[in-house]
């Protein structure tokens, strides 16, 4: 290519997952927004500025993470859809293994990244057929089960299961789980997880939106929340708990009577540094 612009990447750079990207089966690709954006012929990937800038982002990994996970946790052996589970659940996070599906579906198929980067670069790559992707797909997980000695893990997962990790009712653990996780990864928006307050206690979560960083936790029944919430206003109450029932920061304005949504915005970071003091006078507890 003329005047070519060359990008070196890293090993842990997103990049290294754009061969699972093109993996996917029309169906699971065509429901991912920012996925979508990549064109089907990596030349123009490669000397598209916008979109390697696209792959770089943190709704690239989220969209990719999640359709891998779809397809890898089926072939575990448990009932039902990832969905059904919540993020505790630890064939869960197995299926988010993407750089060992990376890895093992170039093994298996030698579909990588250096076969991607050796493609004509006029070609375009076709999709793969779904039945040949969930084949793969099966043989490449029960091969990481066979390799990475998973399988006396989830006999013990199988024989143990814990009653909030599987339901087929709309429990109110797996709401809330949904919940949370799904609305803190729309787009432009990235989640932190920050350290245990309590080892049995599940993760707070702050939402990190361009440069501002705003405070929503899942409020957990136990005392350790509860004494923090007594430390909040009767407003901050309020703005905390509609934010974490998933309103926007304007709809919250209307409901507490502010004139825009900027008061409520300072509001939540008022309450995340509170929080924040709170955990320090309480680090003896952690």
């Known amino acids: 290519m003329n005047n070519s612009t060359y990008y070196s990447f890293r090993r842990t750079d997103n990049i290294n997952y754009l061969p699972l990207v ?7 690709f065509s429901a991912c927004p920012t996925l979508c954006k990549i064109p089907r012929c990596f030349g123009e990937v490669a000397k598209s500025e916008s979109i390697i800038n696209l792959i770089k982002s943190d709704q690239f990994f989220v969209e990719t993470a999640d359709s891998v996970a779809a397809m890898t946790f089926p072939h575990f052996g448990f009932r039902g859809w990832k969905e059904h589970y919540t993020g505790d659940f630890p064939v869960w996070k197995l299926s988010y293994s993407l750089h060992l599906w990376s890895k093992l579906l170039e093994e298996e198929t030698g579909w990588g990244l250096q076969m991607l980067f050796a493609t004509p ?7 793969i057929d779904a039945a040949f992707a969930t084949e793969i797909m099966c043989r490449v997980v029960h091969r990481a089960i066979v390799e990475q000695g998973w399988q006396p893990i989830l006999d013990v997962i199988k024989e143990m299961p814990c009653d909030e990790d599987f339901e087929r009712v709309r429990s109110r653990v797996r709401i809330d789980f949904l919940r949370k996780w799904y609305h803190t ?3 432009k928006v990235k989640t932190v997880s ?3 307050c309590l080892e049995d206690s599940r993760h707070d979560i702050f939402v990190v939106e361009g440069e501002n960083a705003h405070f929503v936790t899942d409020i957990i029944s136990d005392d350790y929340i509860e004494r923090f919430k007594e430390r909040l206003s009767e407003r901050d109450l309020n703005i905390l708990e509609l934010r ?18 900027s008061g409520i915005i300072k509001r939540i970071r008022a309450i995340a540094a509170e929080y924040e003091d ?4 309480n680090s003896h507890i952690c």
């Open 22 to 28: 093109y993996f996917l089966p029309a169906e699971i």
């Open 121 to 127: 670069s006029t070609e375009s790559i076709p999709f």
């Open 185 to 187: 990864r729309a787009e």
């Open 194 to 196: 920050l350290e245990q």
């Open 244 to 261: 974490v029932e998933g309103h926007i920061y304007e709809e919250i304005a209307q409901i507490i009577g502010y004139k825009n949504h």
């Open 278 to 281: 709170y955990e320090d006078e």
